[in-house]
């Protein structure tokens, strides 16, 4: 499904309130909601809308857990740290406990090690690897997480969670991958700007080519998918 809004606010508007619903929802049936949250700039606007008092009211923070979809390896004083950007816009905001969020880094060990920590970790929290909400962005070359064009991970189908070194970027990442992320309740991906256009139009539209357009390789196996997306980033789409 995709939903296309005539402004970024609108979206931003839409995406928080879906936050607040999903998450009283899993609380009231589970008593917790289990989230993993995007990085890079898409989701600072959101941040900070749901750090305001009219919606973090709407939400028991006590029971929230934070995962994250994807992260840099570098520490999380680090601005490139998508973990660092969410405690300054929402988490250093709200009420919750610091044993509830689980950033993608530690300092102690390598990436690879750490891949396999935060699988366990996962399974620790959720119900078989099963989120209540993943939230994505998408990059121009049709990225989702960290989920590269060509890149090995996209051919993984054991593994929860991997880390690599990505040559074009000279650093580690650590992502989850599309099998997980396909075991979620509800995946949305938010999109914004014309520079996206063309990609989200071959990712929704194009021939399956999920070696050159990962997010195709997002498909819920039991959940569902939401598009989230601007009128620019929706100009080549039909």
């Known amino acids: 499904m995709i939903e296309i809004f005539d402004k970024k606010d609108e979206l931003i508007s839409y995406v928080a309130n879906q936050f607040v619903s999903i998450a009283q929802k899993a609380i009231e049936e589970n008593g917790k909601f289990v989230v993993a949250l995007t990085g890079g700039s898409s989701p600072i606007d959101l941040h900070k809308l749901l750090a305001t008092d009219e919606y973090q009211s709407k939400i028991d923070w006590e029971k929230v857990y934070i995962f994250w979809g994807d992260e840099r390896w570098v520490p999380l004083e680090d601005d490139r740290s998508n973990a660092k950007m969410a405690f300054t816009t929402l988490l250093d905001h709200v009420n919750i406990p610091q044993g509830n969020i689980f950033p993608m880094y530690n300092d102690v060990t390598s990436p690879e090690e750490y891949a396999i920590e935060y699988q366990q970790l996962i399974k620790e929290v959720t119900s078989e690897g099963t989120f209540d909400l993943i939230l994505l962005g998408m990059g121009d070359d049709g990225h989702t997480a960290s989920l590269f064009p060509h890149q090995k991970v996209l051919d993984e189908q054991d593994k929860w969670v991997e880390a690599y070194y990505l ?44 070696t050159e357009y990962p997010t195709q390789l997002i498909k819920p196996t039991n959940g569902e998918l939401t598009f989230l997306v601007d009128k620019a980033a929706a100009s080549q789409t039909k």
């Open 167 to 210: 040559e074009p970027q000279s650093m580690y990442r650590i992502t989850l991958t599309a099998p997980l992320i396909n075991q979620a309740k509800n995946i949305q991906i938010i999109v914004f700007g014309e520079n996206k256009a063309k990609a989200l139009y071959e990712v929704l539209q194009g021939e399956n080519n999920p």
